[in-house]
């Protein structure tokens, strides 16, 4: 499973509606191009902290993702980070289990 978490505040301001919905479209293009995966499995938007401070975040899951990211994603997510003035985008890559169920 690849997590990837994106926290909107440049500092402690919002970025616009605009500019955030690009953010998240950015990461997603490159995560799709470099990784060659399909649209996220999931797509959540909902209220986090960093470093203390609450602000709105997105967070974008592929489940058939369970590989180390290759260098080139990290670094174009790099890149993405700095053009839109993050100090970081936060991911996790895992093995995907799933319990029983009905």
Do not use: H
Not at 79 to 88: G, L, N, R, T, W
């Amino acid at each position: 499973m690849l997590y990837v978490a994106l926290g909107r505040n440049i500092g402690d301001i919002p970025m616009a509606d605009n500019y955030w919905a690009n953010f998240v479209e950015t990461v997603t293009n490159v995560i799709q191009n470099c990784e060659l995966l399909p649209k996220p499995d999931t797509v959540a938007y909902g209220e986090s902290n960093f470093n203390g401070d609450g602000e709105e975040t997105c967070v974008l899951v592929w489940f058939d993702k369970n590989s180390n990211l290759l260098g080139d994603t990290i670094g174009a997510l790099t890149q993405v980070a700095e053009i839109y003035e993050q100090e970081s985008i936060a991911y996790t890559v895992a093995v995907t289990e799933f319990t029983g169920g009905i």
